[in-house]
């Protein structure tokens, strides 16, 4: 039983003992205050009564009239007079008349009164003895009303009392309520801070349970700084500080083989011309300062495009990775326009030739890099701060305009979508849940999600993609009754509509909501942390999950990262390449699944390509494997 419903129970209690007893010490006392009276009048009136028959001739006729009379008043119950032997010689006798009170009143308070005596004289003989009882009907209906008057007070009074006592359990609740979702949040390793109740012994309480969320918070924090120092260390170019060849490439390739709106983009590639010839002109200590300023200025352009990578692929090349970015000419013109800045600090002595190039799911690495690589020598060639775009065949575009793309996608959308399946399996081979990425008709085939989200997301359609994913895994999950991941977009997040639409939904299946995996972006934590936290707690509340999705060792720089409430996290498959031999990249994943346990979270590793590198990624303590090199079999189960 809660506190709360103990307080209550308790005040209930003292209520009902303080009405019952006040009003049986009201009807006690009443009681005893009417048989008093009672008594005095019966000896009163039998005195009087004996007093004028002692002064009257003893004729019987004119007694029996005069107690006839008396007792015809309605006053008495019973009027008795008996000689000096005890013989009856006038009895006068009525019931009791009572309709108005109820009959286990009476019994419960039956006046006990003893009848009024007195004798009557016969000049100095005594002629007999008078005996006389009043009337009780009257005192059982007065009373009765003063019960009825007394109870509907103490009732008036009682629900004043609930009333207030409502009042005092509600400012008790609320802090014992903060106190018990702290409680929760520690519980489910969200170090939460609470504010400090004015309760003295809750204060207290709320007091050490900061303390503790505060260390766990530094703890974490340090961890997640000597984690960021450890990828840095290993995977970024010392002069520059950005991202080393293989990691880039790593990158690069996990991008090509996504099934995410990350899955198309740009490809861009800067070069310093004539790096030797300037590294002899200018020093080695200002042609590196030139090379951090170059990759300063390209961080600064990526950043301000979105989320984009770039890296250092050789010592005078490096390149740039704009995810869901499509607009050759316009990121062209605004990188020539840093690198002529640049040029111009410079005297123009330093040539910065480039080359631009989209990219889409299934392209070869290979393929992609050396018809870049060729447009950049030609630009080089050129001279100056020439750049090159290299344009796609036609036959690889599905639609030229915007408008044509949205016709498309409505007609695919109203056609319905079709799920993919992905297993993510644990150390067992048992299947964790399964991926559902979305599949959409478009001329006749069912093309891939990195093929059209980022005409989805710029279109701002993707909040009735999601839904349309939602309802169709939910139709999966009640058919086959297997727990599922749906990719939700970052753009839904601030979707009032959808969000209440997607909460509505799963309200309505309520009883398949522990099946139900919800995946987004990493960026979506690190750009609407408010808005993920609020749907996270929302989707904790119904029984489903909720994780990150493409997570970089950065995942430790989320703000409030421990009182999200996530449930598992999916490493970005370029952590996972070659990863049974590359001992740099087993301590930063190792390093990362450890801080992953710490607050409660799955780790997951993505684009995972054989047996033999899930075991090792099992090795490093990561909790599950997906990607090309998964298989799964019914029988696993």
């Not at 005594?126 to 009732?155: D, N, V």
């Not at 036609?394 to 915007?402: E, G």
């Not at 150390?427 to 980022?454: D, Y």
């Not at 979270?601 to 054989?610: K, L, Q, R, T, Y």
Request: aromatic fraction near 6%.
């Amino acid at each position: 039983m809660s506190l709360i419903k103990q307080l209550w129970l308790t005040i209930a209690t003292l209520l009902v003992l303080a009405f019952v007893g006040s009003l049986l010490i009201g009807v006690s006392s009443s009681r005893h205050y009417i048989e008093q009276e009672i008594r005095i009048k019966n000896s009163d009136n039998a005195n009087a009564l004996a007093l004028s028959m002692s002064q009257m001739e003893k004729d019987p006729v004119i007694l029996e009239l005069l107690l006839a009379a008396q007792f015809d008043t309605g006053h008495y119950q019973r009027i008795e007079l008996r000689d000096p032997e005890g013989n009856v010689i006038e009895q006068r006798t009525a019931s009791e008349h009572i309709d108005d009170v109820p009959g286990w009143f009476v019994e419960l308070i039956r006046f006990d009164v003893a009848p009024g005596r007195a004798v009557v004289q016969d000049g100095w003989q005594q002629y007999g003895t008078l005996e006389l009882e009043s009337q009780h009907s009257y005192a059982y209906r007065s009373l009765w009303r003063s019960t009825l008057g007394l109870a509907g007070w103490f009732a008036v009074a009682g629900v004043i009392s609930l009333a207030l006592a409502s009042w005092i359990v509600s400012t008790i609740r609320r802090p014992l309520r903060n106190v018990v979702h702290q409680a929760q949040a520690i519980g489910q390793r969200r170090f939460m801070v609470a504010n400090e109740p004015r309760t003295r012994e809750l204060r207290e309480v709320v007091q050490a349970m900061n303390k503790l969320s505060e260390a766990v918070r530094q703890m974490l924090g340090e961890e997640s700084d000597k984690l960021e120092q450890l990828r840095r260390r290993m995977q970024h170019d010392p002069v520059t500080d950005t991202l080393a060849r293989e990691p880039f490439l790593d990158q690069l390739q996990a991008h090509l083989k996504s099934e995410k709106d990350d899955a198309s983009g740009t490809l861009a590639m800067v070069r310093v011309a004539r790096l030797a010839e300037l590294n002899q002109q200018l020093g080695h200590a200002a042609t590196d300062a030139l090379l951090s300023h170059l990759a300063r200025r390209m961080e600064g352009l990526a950043r301000s495009y979105g989320m984009g990578t770039v890296g250092r692929l050789n010592g005078s090349d490096f390149g740039i990775i704009l995810p869901r970015h499509h607009e050759l000419e316009a990121f062209g013109q605004a990188l020539r326009q840093q690198l002529e800045a640049l040029g111009a600090d410079h005297d123009d002595r330093v040539a910065l030739p480039s080359a631009l190039r989209s990219y889409s799911q299934g392209e070869g690495r290979g393929e992609l890099l050396a018809s870049l690589d060729g447009a950049l020598a030609a630009a080089e060639t050129r001279g100056g701060h020439s750049q090159e775009l290299v344009d796609l065949p036609a036959s690889s575009v599905l639609y030229t305009r915007h408008d044509e793309w949205r016709e498309a996608l409505i007609e695919a959308l109203d056609q319905g979508v079709y799920l993919a399946h992905y297993p993510v399996l644990d150390a067992s081979g048992t299947l964790i849940h399964r991926e559902v990425p979305s599949r959409l008709r478009l001329k006749g085939e069912w093309r891939p999600a990195g093929i059209f989200l980022p005409w989805i997301s710029r279109l701002a359609m993707a909040p009735t993609l999601d839904l349309a994913v939602v309802s169709a895994a939910l139709e999966e999950v009640e058919a086959s009754g297997k727990a599922v991941a749906v990719n939700l977009s970052s753009d839904s997040l601030n979707d009032g509509h959808f969000v209440g639409e997607l909460l509505s939904r799963i309200q309505a299946h309520q009883e398949i909501a522990p099946l139900l995996w919800f995946e987004l972006p990493q960026s979506a934590a690190m750009q609407q942390p408010q808005a993920l936290k609020t749907l996270c707690h929302a989707l904790l509340g119904l029984g489903c999950r909720v994780g990150l999705e493409h997570v970089g060792t950065g995942f430790g720089k989320i703000a409030d990262l421990q009182d999200l409430g996530l449930s598992f996290m999916k490493i970005d498959g370029a952590l996972s390449q070659g990863i049974e031999s590359r001992s740099d990249q087993q301590s930063l994943l190792r390093g990362m699944a450890t801080l992953a346990h710490s607050l409660g979270i799955m780790a997951i590793a993505e684009g995972v390509e054989s047996q033999t590198a899930a075991n090792t990624l099992f090795e490093l303590g990561l909790d599950g494997v997906t990607g090309p090199g998964i298989r799964y079999r019914e029988g696993n189960e």
